[in-house]
């Protein structure tokens, strides 16, 4: 069964950082153009960053450059995100998937609080 298996995160203060983490099985993970995706409550799911099947280039959304960093270890078959300066606005279910597949895990919880 290919379901990708996110972990790391909780809750954190602003300001602070986070690092997620993405297990891929059940598919050749480094052939894939891997995407982090995340949905906050109420609203609808949106792309966050992608990095490419070799890790040679990625891309942010807006809301996250200068925040947050991608990256992946194909020999561990693990992508990862790097969430610094946190905001409340960054609450919300984060979920890994390679880009062009509709292989959706359960997600991590990330919440930003004081």
């Known amino acids: 069964q290919v379901q990708p298996v996110e972990s790391g995160g909780g809750l954190v203060q602003p300001g602070e950082s986070l690092r997620l983490s993405c297990a891929a099985s059940?598919?050749?993970?480094?052939?894939?153009?891997m995407c982090w995706y995340r949905q906050a409550p109420g609203k609808e799911r949106e792309l966050v960053a992608s990095?490419?099947?070799?890790?040679?280039?990625?891309n942010y959304a807006d809301f996250v450059k200068g925040r947050f960093a991608i990256s992946r270890d194909n020999a561990k078959n693990t992508m990862y995100l790097q969430m610094n300066s946190l905001k409340p606005e960054d609450t919300a279910v984060y979920y890994c998937?390679?880009?062009?597949?509709?292989?959706w895990g359960q997600g991590t919880q990330v919440t930003v609080s004081s």
């Open positions: 990095i490419t099947s070799a890790g040679g280039s990625s």
């Open positions: 998937k390679a880009c062009a597949k509709n292989w």
């Open positions: 059940g598919f050749t993970f480094s052939l894939y153009e």
